[in-house]
């Protein structure tokens, strides 16, 4: 919040004293963050979770002595007052102490669901608990916008979620992830809820697929192809939907879509890397040919969305968007009518093709824009192409060890080339500065 009301008053926007009066609704100032310090917040919250911990330890101790009514009472009570605390914090304006009492208040809670269905025999279903934990902490999240209440009912919902599969598919699970995803893009930044909600979707969808196709408590061999595209499909829409917001006038908001860029082409060179083996293609095809025909009718809404994206973005993303959608559908249409001998060779032949170009692009991208990281990817990529290449074909201990030296010796030059490239355009700044 402070980083953005600071970008609208270096933009002009709004006045420094118009910035001030916002921000110190929320406790903020322009000049620092004017939140409670990190080690001061950790701490205190590893006080308060050891006081629940005292607590769960005294109610435990006399357990045995306690009726059910005492228990029941005993834990409501605990629960209640431990809330209370916090909400007489959030009324009274201490946002911190507010969070890390609900908190703790929210751990009370589950103890008290899980102790109480001991108490009455009442663990049937023991997902069940993760669930009506998870949605007792959601609406304190939502409240508060904190991260660690998002962090907490996310964390549950991806227990409950694991859990539950065994059972059926786990409906609910959209509604956890689409709230830590709203608190990501819309209230507060967090690398980690965001990777984490998105994960758990990608997880949850794939588990939708299965339900749909009536294999989802008994998956054949050969499923993992349709799942594995129907990733692929979900990654590609989702690097679309992040190309969309590179130009986005929230500063957290392009921070997101830049993160999402880099890490979703890291991902694609990953799979890249191994369809680069004839025999993955073989296994590929296969298993496609059994399992994944009923996937292509997704296609037409595949294309459909994926044109809607590339609309918004600007002109180099929507051609790297278009391709990659191009090329995906081309090998599925190939894999699906036209099978023939010898494919699987011709598509990992065309696939190292393919990374041999994107290493080269990359070393050339670093070099005319300065940007060391896609220079040094670039180099990487091509090396650990070449050594799988080398490994696969030959790989004796000697040949590989040799190869590892010499792919050692090409990354310190790199290496070396890179800093004086550093110290050329900083002498060449200078130069420029003095004139």
Known sequence: MADEVRDWVAEGLISAAQGEQILARYGLSLEGSGRTPLAYRVLTALAIIFAGAAVLLLLSHNWDELSRAGRMAGLIGATGLVNALGFRQWVRGYRDQAVLWLFAGGILYGASIMLIAQIYHLGEHFPDGLLLWALGILPLAWLTTSRLLHALQLLLAALWMMTQWRYGLPWLLPLF???????????????????????????????????????????????????????????????????????????????????????????????????????????????????????????????????????????????????????????????????????????????????????????????????????????????????????????????????????????????????????RNGRLQESADAE
């Open 177 to 423: 992830a689409g709230a830590a995803l709203y608190q990501v893009l819309y209230r507060s930044h967090s690398g980690v809820l965001r990777d984490a909600a998105l994960v758990l979707l990608l997880v949850w969808a794939n588990g939708l697929y299965a339900w749909s196709m009536g294999h989802y408590f008994s998956p054949p061999p050969g499923i993992w192809a349709a799942h594995l595209v129907l990733t692929a499909w979900l990654v590609l829409l989702v690097r679309g939907l992040t190309l969309t917001q590179l130009d986005h006038p929230l500063r957290g908001r392009r921070a997101h879509a830049q993160w999402a860029t880099h890490w979703l082409m890291r991902l694609a060179l990953l799979g890249l890397l191994v369809f680069s083996y004839v025999g993955a293609w073989d296994e590929f095809i296969k298993a496609w040919l059994r399992h994944g025909l009923p996937l292509q009718w997704w296609l037409p809404l595949v294309w459909l969305l994926v044109a809607a994206l590339a609309w918004q973005t600007r002109m180099p993303e929507r051609s790297a968007i278009i391709a990659s959608a191009a090329g995906l559908t081309l090998v599925l249409l190939l894999v699906t009518f036209w099978p023939f001998q010898g494919l699987a060779l011709w598509l990992a032949v065309g696939i190292n093709l393919l990374l041999l170009g994107l290493g080269i692009a990359m070393i050339r991208q670093g070099m005319q824009h300065g940007v060391s990281s896609r220079f040094y990817g670039g180099v990487v990529l091509l090396l650990l192409l070449v050594m799988l290449r080398y490994l696969s074909l030959i790989g004796d201990y000697l040949s590989s060890a040799l190869m590892f030296a010499v792919a050692g010796v090409i990354l310190f030059l790199a290496a070396r080339y890179w800093q004086r490239h550093d110290r």
